[in-house]
């Protein structure tokens, strides 16, 4: 697609409740990355993938999170056992191959509510 | 720890002055910068970066300035225009980032509103 594309835009979910999040990168980029922005704070960073590499997880904050990419497309967070902590929005990323010094195309988020 | 800080949460401009926005960093590693700027509801887009081996970069209304002595950026737009009203964040790659294909993590700031005033 044109664009990077995250579904659900909005998402509530209760307390405890499994949720799961999914970014759709632009056609051909390689890179793939997760960041969250909680409310008042800056972008964390949670994860990154990038080709057939081992992703790089360390910005994960619990085992409650984890996230799959299925090739150079399509991936999934999921978060288990949401907690209030956890409300933010979540933001997909992708680059090209060799795009570090040109940036990341980010997605338009996934607002996050845990009530 | 904050490895790149914005310390200025709130920036106001009037229309067609200089907006100059700031950002403060730790790790003399840093091989780059960047800037990107972010509307309500939209994802970050990237705006402008440069190299540590410079010391400016220039696009347009956009210039990035870096000094390396006081590991200091900054952002300066001239002139502002009502369109330019958003958050910006300054980005440098992490401290363990690892440059895999071209591939890297960034570490952001925690942004600086800008709102100019017609």
């Known amino acids: 697609g044109a664009g990077v594309s995250q579904s659900p835009s909005n998402k509530v979910t209760e307390k405890g409740k499994d949720v799961e999040l999914r970014c759709d990168p632009i056609?051909?980029?390689?890179?793939l990355y997760w960041y969250r922005q909680r409310l008042g704070q800056g972008l964390e960073f949670l994860i990154y993938f990038q080709g057939n590499s081992a992703p790089d997880k360390s910005g994960l904050p619990s085992d409650r999170f984890s996230a799959e990419r299925t090739g150079e497309s399509v991936s999934t967070l999921t978060i288990q056992r949401t907690q209030q902590e956890d409300s933010a929005v979540y933001l997909c990323a992708s680059s090209l191959r060799q795009g570090a010094m040109r940036g990341y195309t980010f997605g338009s988020g996934t607002r996050l509510t845990v009530v | 720890d904050q490895q790149v800080k914005q310390n200025s949460p709130s920036l106001s401009v009037q229309e067609g002055r200089i907006s100059i926005l700031n950002c403060d960093y730790t790790?003399?590693?840093?091989?780059?910068f960047l800037w990107y700027k972010k509307y309500p509801a939209e994802g970050p887009t990237f705006l402008i970066s440069i190299s540590s081996i410079k010391d400016k970069n220039e696009d347009g209304r956009f210039t990035v300035f870096l000094n390396k002595s006081a590991k200091h950026l900054s952002l300066h737009i001239v002139p502002s225009q009502p369109g330019d009203s958003a958050v910006y964040f300054c980005a440098a790659p992490g401290p363990d980032a690892r440059l895999i294909q071209g591939a890297q993590k960034l570490v952001f700031g925690q942004g600086t509103r800008l709102t100019i005033n017609p």
């Open positions: 056609s051909g980029h390689t890179a």
């Open positions: 790790n003399s590693m840093f091989d780059y």
